[in-house]
């Protein structure tokens, strides 16, 4: 293959003709790239837009929620005896409470056995669920769980073996001094989740005996006035208390439907009553208002900010003039200026919040805390057709699919496809341009080297017959 080298048959510098012809078929290309990155940077301009709104749609969203301005908290007067919470359906309120007894899980302990010895007869102990009144159980509606029993269990094998059975006790093995004993727990507190135990040996004969092999494991009622073989321990019992002078249970320290929509939790039993009060949730309605506040500045500033104008240029916004974020936040102020007429408060500067010079919004605690005290006259204010809901309303169109803020997103992203097509465009017209040149100035560099060959000769004929010898 020929090795082609342009230029050196004529002198030619063809290479860099070609270089700076191309050069100059690129230059629209870098007014193009500068047009993208400002189209680019108002896209991520209008990203902050968006995002600020989708913030203040929240937060306007919030302030228009009934339930915003429907909430209750609950306290109580000794949170370290009982502890209390408020939720749908409760009503504000003050109640008295007294607690008499904890919830407890039942609780027993067979006699000591040597560490490590085996119970010594094999058969089945038969767990049941109920409950205990005096000396006698009953059972519970759930079936019962049998658990088969080796003689060479060890008291430890026998409470994996329990444990594993899942039924409704757990058991465990304490050592002492050389001497271990099993006992024997209700997995869930309440009167109703009591529990015997019964032996059976290996004919499936009840063990009666209590002192010896498996019946030592024992707990129930063999109709003598009380239960037999193991040692009770504690007993299971309901949690007991008044609310208002009324008895009230519950298998659990958690007292629920008692109050309506209201959750007391007992942790110890009182001496003298505690008193649960059910009120307004101001803390929650003032945050709510604080971060619709919060959202409405942050994204005023950021559209200021966005659009700023200075007149040496230095520090203009990347959306300088751009009449869509502008008219975003022209109405964005109106909404939250208009009122709500029969309403008390019926703008929100009535409400305490209220503009500053610099277009913000500020909060005058001391009318808020006024508002506050009225949470029904604030859901009418902002909820409803209210303030929040207009504006929340305008938040979520402006991000609609339609919407400005989308719209004008969608347009710049076009722009800057159009005009990296144009680049692309461009680039194929220059690689075709190149390629021309290429072969045009490689022609005349091959026809120049040929006229070079033949004012050489000629001159070297002229020469010749110029000599004197000749």
Request: aromatic share 4%; proline share 2%; no cysteine.
């Amino acid at each position: 293959m020929a090795i082609s080298s342009p230029g050196v048959g004529s002198g030619l510098d063809v290479n860099s003709i070609v270089t700076q012809l191309v050069t100059l078929e690129r230059k629209p290309i870098a007014n193009i790239q500068s047009q993208i990155s400002t189209l680019q940077s108002s896209i991520s301009a209008w990203a902050q837009i968006k995002s600020g709104l989708a913030k203040l749609q929240d937060a306007a969203g919030k302030l228009a929620s009934s339930g915003t301005w429907s909430a209750l908290s609950a306290s109580s007067s000794a949170a370290d005896v009982v502890t209390v919470s408020a939720g749908a359906g409760a009503v504000a309120g003050q109640y008295q409470v007294e607690v008499q007894a904890l919830a407890q899980a039942q609780s027993t302990r067979t006699q000591a056995f040597t560490a490590g010895s085996a119970v010594g007869e094999g058969g089945t102990l038969e767990i049941r669920l109920g409950q205990w009144s005096g000396g006698t159980f009953t059972p519970g509606g759930g079936a019962s769980v049998s658990v088969a029993i080796n003689a060479t269990d060890t008291l430890s094998t026998v409470a994996q073996k329990i444990n594993a059975a899942n039924a409704g006790v757990r058991a465990a093995v304490v050592r002492s001094g050389g001497e271990e004993r099993l006992v024997v727990r209700s997995a869930d507190t309440g009167a109703a989740n009591g529990f015997d135990i019964r032996a059976f040996d290996g004919s499936n004969n009840l063990i009666t005996d209590t002192d010896t092999g498996l019946g030592r494991l024992a707990f129930f009622d063999d109709n003598s006035g009380g239960p037999v073989g193991q040692t009770l321990v504690t007993g299971a019992q309901d949690a007991q208390a008044t609310v208002e002078g009324i008895a009230v249970t519950s298998a659990s320290n958690r007292f629920e439907g008692v109050l309506s929509g209201v959750t007391f939790t007992a942790l110890r039993t009182t001496t003298q009553p505690v008193t649960l009060t059910v009120a307004d949730d101001t803390e929650s309605m003032r945050k709510a208002v604080e971060e619709f506040r919060a959202a409405f500045n942050e994204l005023s500033t950021t559209i200021k900010n966005l659009t700023r104008s200075d007149p040496t240029g230095a520090g203009n916004g990347p959306l300088r003039g751009d009449s869509a974020a502008l008219g975003i936040l022209t109405m964005l102020r109106r909404y939250a200026g208009d009122m709500v007429p029969g309403n008390t408060p019926a703008t929100l500067n009535e409400a305490g919040l209220r503009f500053n010079r610099e277009g913000a919004l500020d909060v005058d605690s001391a009318r808020l805390d006024a508002a506050l005290a009225n949470p029904s006259a604030l859901a009418t204010l902002f909820g409803n057709g209210g303030l929040a809901e207009r504006i929340r309303n305008f938040a979520r169109d402006t991000l609609a699919a339609g919407g400005s803020a989308t719209s004008r997103v969608n347009s710049l992203q076009e722009t800057v496809k159009r005009k990296n097509q144009e680049i692309d465009r461009i680039n194929e017209r220059v690689q075709r341009t190149e390629a021309a040149l290429r072969a045009q100035y490689t022609a005349l560099d091959t026809k120049m080297a040929g006229y070079s060959s033949l004012s050489n000769y000629i001159s070297q004929q002229l020469a010749a017959w110029s000599s004197p010898k000749r």
